[in-house]
């Protein structure tokens, strides 16, 4: 991606933080810069004005303004982002993001937005399965600006454009040497503190040396924030809204009958059988919580995991990135860029779980002949002088029949879990540009590369080697014993069964060769049509190692067996772009591009746009296109193994916050997504320093590449759904077992608006620049396989209280979200105000089956820089001003751990106050 104009000029083009313009202040633009650029969304080099598609500009200065601390915080701030599923984040406990940051336009997914650094692709994050980029390696400090098209791209870009781009645009000029540094802090107690640094130098200037080298490197780093430090994340039950049901210790499940065969495993019961501790209302002597109404009506006790989970986690990234260009004639420069970044999340949550149902997938307890389950035996004195007089007393005395009892556990002897994912990406371009014979040519080949090391500290262990500790006779296992650990002899022998160390190395590569010419065409009178064409070659590879500890699904707490995969395949494309004006008002681009895949085959998309500008102050647009998604490599070739469920809830027996056995993987036999997407816009410049622009789109994606979620794949085979008729086994009328693997499942219809606004003045008290950048959107509507439809606008939730498809995995569809920003600049001041509004949403129903909404919410933010002192800045500004507190919401529709908030929607800093410092040295 060329970029040869000064990013003001950029700015004042485009429908951005501030919007098009078409009057006075292009023409001037243009007049002083008039070379041909290429902007995001298209192939042909133009000048700025002249571009037909909605791309909003985020630079320097309004990255500055927001207070951001990472590169995934700043992306919330566009409308179009943040009002649709928004950005995903590595605070998800307990969802295995091995630290992953990712990106979702319109709502339609991470895999469905294209990023790009500087023009080019990015490897996929080696730990997202191949689909999704993290951006959180990409440091806010070496960002020039971010273009984002809003539009679907396809047949200009290939797969994975299906709902727009996100363009990374680093520094690739420096003015000597600059240093900057902050530092930001909640208000509230606890962590979440934020440092970083930053270090960005360039010398040689391209026009006069012949060369230019700009070198950055970034240091950013955040402190964890657990539950226990907001009062409403501290506790998973606030009733009646929702309650904790997360495994507890000393449940007693049923009586057991050991051996083997067929009459091995439970001799009566399952679950429910209640919790002596809890019958004395003593939970809290084993760290658990009381809780009424099991399956057999005893009480028992839960695990409150509220105040153990990490709500942001410890995350510390370190990067590099080099721009370099050397001017080999007049004619013709060499350039290289390259990114280097390593980032480490350490996520800290709960300890792990332990009871027969978890062990049902572990086949280790079968090669070794060890009971799959914990049991506690009649020869034991917790068994004589606990267990039995309670269930004697509380009409259970069936299980006292002379076999051991299955009990659950809550395992503390290993402590809390702890989760680090080291991720490093690292990518080089080198090419070459200039003319031919009156063209544009560039040729490059790119080489991408992201690795990831997921390892564990404490907290997990083999389950069944501690299940073969506590399952001897003699062990003396006390479940109820005094703060929920073992002591003496027990204790020693329970530490044999810790694991630690690295369990999952996983590398993802993409190396890319690509060239293109582009340039005048043909002219038809006084017609000068203009063109682009290229070929590109790509060879994606994905592999994972996962330890032979990893691969048996021993290990509690990782979430069930995982087996190797090594994968690669080659895509080669060829595009082209022709650019006609039809008149001088009005001009037309019609773009087409093939990719051809050597093991899901060939897709052909296309794009067609139309800008027609009959004033000065009018512009009307127009675009219409196809796009596709290919299956990842994960997606087609990830064998299908056992493991355990996310947590669900169970709609036909009332019970919550379940896990059972569950059979995932990938499937060999998916094909392309396939979309088809169209958009109108019109930009009016009514004054010299006011733009208004809106911006309809519309987007229809079909076969839909999806693993359906737990709560996905129970709710529907509840209500009768017949797609999902054997993805569910019971026992009883207890779920059992889900079959959830990678499917193309229904359709989604995606409809809205996004509205922008800027106005600008001068007065005798200072300049005053107001922007709105907002999107409502009108539909989002997807199908089941089935054929179910899911309203998903406004709502978490159906009208029976089940969770609407993808609420599990991205959160709400806003209906209207804006950011409305005011700076007030004199002298050597400049004050930002910025209103962030969402409107409410529903998201749930409480535990008496009444719905729960979340109301509408503003949050503002203030931003004061100070440029008086020569080569300085300095800046001050406070997140959330009014320290505006989450509204609450359940656990129902969210595959995270985090109880009492919105993880998507809300940041539990709450009041966060950072500073800034810039010094340049020329």
Request: hydrophobic share 35%; aromatic share 8%; proline share 4%.
């Amino acid at each position: 991606m060329v970029e040869k104009i000064l990013s003001r000029s950029v700015r004042l083009m485009f429908a951005g933080t501030v919007a098009i313009s078409t009057g006075a202040v292009v023409q001037t633009a243009v007049a002083q810069e008039a070379q041909r650029v290429e902007i995001t969304g298209s192939s042909i080099k133009r000048v700025d004005s002249e571009t037909a598609l909605p791309v909003q500009i985020v630079t320097k200065a309004d990255i500055e303004r927001t207070g951001a601390t990472s590169t995934q915080e700043l992306l919330t701030s566009i409308s179009a982002l943040s009002t649709s599923g928004a950005t995903s984040n590595a605070k998800g406990a307990g969802t295995s993001t091995g630290g992953l940051s990712s990106v979702s336009l319109r709502g339609l997914g991470d895999e469905r937005t294209l990023i790009l650094v500087n023009g080019r692709r990015l490897a996929a994050f080696a730990g997202s399965g191949g689909a999704a980029v993290n951006v959180n390696v990409i440091p806010i400090a070496a960002i020039e600006r971010i273009e984002v098209l809003k539009d679907g791209a396809s047949g200009v870009y290939g797969s994975d454009a299906v709902a727009g781009v996100v363009n990374f645009i680093l520094s690739k000029k420096a003015d000597g040497i600059n240093l900057s540094a902050g530092y930001g802090s909640p208000t509230t107690s606890g962590g979440g503190q934020n440092q970083k640094a930053s270090i960005t130098g360039g010398f040689g200037n391209i026009e006069t040396d012949g060369y230019s080298v700009v070198l950055s490197g970034t240091y950013e780093k955040e402190k964890i924030l657990f539950g226990r430090d907001r009062s409403y994340a501290s506790t998973s039950t606030v009733l009646p809204y929702f309650n904790g049901t997360a495994t507890g210790l000393g449940n007693i499940q049923g009586s057991w009958t050991p051996g083997v065969g067929a009459d091995k495993g439970f001799s009566q019961g399952g679950s429910g059988y209640g919790n002596p501790l809890a019958a004395s209302n003593q939970c809290d002597l084993i760290k658990m919580a009381r809780l009424t109404g099991s399956a057999k009506g005893a009480p028992y006790c839960y695990y409150d995991s509220a105040p153990d989970v990490g709500l942001i986690p410890d995350r510390e990234l370190a990067n590099f990135t080099g721009n370099f260009t050397f001017k080999v004639n007049s004619n013709h420069e060499l350039f290289a860029d390259a990114l280097y970044s390593q980032s480490k999340v350490t996520q800290t949550y709960q300890p792990s779980p332990a009871r027969a149902s978890f062990f049902s997938t572990d086949s280790q307890f079968a090669k070794q002949n060890v009971e799959a389950a914990l049991l506690l035996y009649p020869n034991n004195p917790a068994y004589q002088n606990i267990a039995a007089p309670f269930l004697k007393n509380n009409g259970f005395g069936s299980l006292v029949n002379g076999n051991p009892l299955s009990i659950t556990s809550r395992v503390f002897d290993f402590g809390p879990r702890q989760n680090v994912d080291t991720a490093t990406q690292s990518r080089i371009v080198v090419g070459s540009r200039g003319t031919i014979a009156n063209q544009d040519y560039e040729v490059g080949f790119s080489s991408n590369e992201s690795k990831l090391t997921s390892s564990v500290t404490t907290g997990y262990f083999s389950q069944v080697a501690y299940a073969k500790i506590i399952n001897d006779p003699n062990s003396n296992w006390n479940p109820w014993a005094a703060g929920g650990v073992q002591t003496g002899a027990l204790a020693g022998k329970i530490a044999t069964a810790k694991f630690s160390g690295d369990f999952l190395s996983a590398t993802s590569k993409s190396n890319t060769l690509d060239a293109k010419l582009s340039g005048d065409l043909i002219k038809l009178g006084d017609i000068q049509t203009q063109y682009a064409a290229g070929i590109q070659s790509r060879r994606e590879t994905y592999t994972t190692a996962p330890s032979a500890a990893y691969q048996s699904g021993d290990i509690a707490g990782l979430g069930g067996q995982q087996v190797p995969i090594d994968r690669n395949r080659t895509v080669n494309s060829m595009f082209a772009e022709v650019n006609v004006p039809l008149l001088k008002t009005l001009e037309g681009t019609v773009a087409v591009r093939n990719d051809r895949y050597d093991d899901v085959g060939a897709s052909t998309n296309y794009k067609a746009n139309a800008r027609w500008q009959p004033t000065k102050a009018v512009l009307f647009r127009a675009s219409v296109g196809t796009g596709f998604r290919a299956p990842t490599l994960v997606d087609l070739w990830t064998p299908q193994v056992l493991g355990t469920s996310e947590a669900f809830n169970d709609p036909a027996t009332k019970q919550t916050g379940l896990q059972v056995s569950q059979l995932s993987g990938g499937n060999p036999n998916l094909k392309p997504e396939k979309s088809n997407q169209y958009s109108l816009g019109m930009v009016l410049q009514p004054t010299s320093n006011t733009s208004v622009g809106i911006d309809f789109f519309n987007i229809k994606v079909k076969d839909i590449i999806a693993t359906p979620s737990a709560q996905e794949v129970v709710s529907r085979f509840r209500a009768g759904d017949p797609a999902y008729a054997g993805l569910v086994t019971l026992a009883g009328n207890d779920v059992t077992l889900i079959k959830s693997v990678n499917a193309n499942t229904g359709e989604a219809n995606v409809k809205g608006v996004d509205v922008f606004a800027t106005w600008r003045d001068t007065f005798n008290f200072g300049r005053l620049d107001v922007s709105i950048n907002g999107t409502y959107m009108d539909k989002y509507d997807q199908t089941s396989p089935g054929g179910d439809l899911s309203h998903k606008v406004g709502t978490l939730v159906d009208g029976a209280g089940n969770p609407v498809i993808g609420a599990q995995n991205g959160g709400v569809i806003l209906r209207w979200k804006h950011q409305l920003a005011g700076t007030w600049t004199v002298g050597s001041w400049a004050t930002t105000l910025i209103q962030n509004f969402r409107t409410g949403y529903e998201v749930g129903h409480d535990l008496n089956d009444n719905r729960v909404f979340i109301s509408s919410e503003s949050i503002y933010d203030a931003n004061i820089s100070y440029k008086g002192i020569k080569n300085l800045v300095l800046g001050f500004g406070v997140k959330n001003l009014f320290d505006k507190q989450p509204n609450i919401i359940g656990t129902a529709v969210t595959n995270q751990f985090q109880a009492g908030y919105d993880v998507y929607q809300y940041d539990p800093r709450g009041r966060f106050v950072y500073v800034t410092a810039n010094y340049r040295f020329k």
